[in-house]
Nanobody, 127 residues
Framework: QVQLVESGGGLVQAGGSLRLSCAASEGTFNRRAMGWFRRGPGKEREFVAAISWSGGNTYYADSVKGRFTISRDNAKSTVFLQMNSLKPEDTAVYYC????????????????????WGQGTQVTVSS
């Protein structure tokens, strides 16, 4: 398994921006697709965004498309989630996740296809 550590959460006003980071400890990061998921208060965990191991393909939930951007720096074993135009409904604990190495992108929006998870970082958007 890969150890993942998220950072960058916090409190922000509606319309503001935050950038989440997720650092991976394991050397095969550049062969793993990565994803961000979130769990809002009283809600189920949901897919937010994902990126292929090469960074060439990105995937987004409809609710964040056009506002959030996922990217990765394989040299630093880090994946990012730039969140702009934040809304109160974006309030959640955000989790970084890694897929098994060399997996294709098939099913990449399915949380069950990710084998390693971070501890989560809280994002709170005030109205």
């Amino acid at each position: 398994q890969v150890q993942l550590v998220e950072s960058g959460g916090g409190l922000v006003q509606a319309g503001g921006s935050l950038r989440l980071s997720c650092a991976a400890s394991e050397g095969t990061f550049n062969r793993r697709a990565m994803g961000w998921f979130r769990r809002g208060p009283g809600k189920e965990r949901e897919f937010v965004a994902a990126i292929s191991w090469s960074g060439g393909n990105t995937y987004y939930a409809d609710s964040v498309k056009g506002r959030f951007t996922i990217s990765r720096d394989n040299a630093k074993s880090t994946v990012f989630l730039q969140m702009n135009s934040l809304k109160p409904e974006d309030t959640a604990v955000y989790y970084c996740a890694a897929r098994p190495r060399n997996f294709s992108d098939y099913g990449i929006t399915d949380a069950d296809s990710f084998g390693s998870w971070g501890q989560g970082t809280q994002v709170t958007v005030s109205s």
